[in-house]
C-alpha cells in the first residue's frame, strides 16, 4: 500500500472523526450562561474562518473569538476597531470548560457602542 492510500484509509478518517472535538467552530463547546468579559486587545488576528482577538483582562489573558470578516462589517466593526490598545467588552458566551479562558462573542462593545454580531442570539 503507496503512503498516500495508507494516509487516506487509515489516518485520515481518524483526523476527520477526531477534528469536530476540538474545533471552536460553532456554539457546542460553550457554556449555555450569558458571559461578559472586559479587555484590552493585546493581539488581534481577523480572518476566515472567524477572527481571534487576544485580552488581558485584568492580567487575565482570555481568547475571543468574533465573527467572520463579513459578520463582523454587517455588524459595523472594522479590523481598525478591533486593534491591539482597544478597550472592548465581550457579550456571549464562554467555554463550558472553567479551566478554558475562551469566550464567543455575540456582541462587541466598544467605546459605549455594542455592535451585534449575533442578533438573533441576544
Do not use: C
Amino acid at each position: 500500500m503507496t503512503l498516500t492510500r495508507r494516509f487516506i484509509t487509515v489516518a485520515l478518517p481518524a483526523l476527520l472523526i477526531a477534528w469536530p472535538v476540538n474545533a471552536h467552530h460553532g456554539w457546542r463547546w460553550t457554556d449555555d450562561g450569558r458571559f461578559e468579559l472586559t479587555g484590552v486587545i493585546t493581539e488581534a488576528r481577523l480572518g476566515n474562518p472567524h477572527g481571534v482577538l487576544t485580552l488581558d483582562a485584568e492580567g487575565e489573558i482570555w481568547k475571543a473569538e468574533v465573527g467572520q470578516p463579513w459578520r463582523n462589517e454587517r455588524a459595523g466593526l472594522s479590523d481598525a476597531m478591533l486593534a491591539p490598545g482597544t478597550e472592548v467588552t465581550i457579550i456571549g458566551k464562554r467555554a463550558a470548560d472553567p479551566n478554558e479562558l475562551l469566550v464567543k462573542a455575540e456582541a462587541v462593545g466598544i467605546a459605549g457602542k455594542l455592535y451585534e454580531l449575533y442578533p438573533e442570539r441576544l
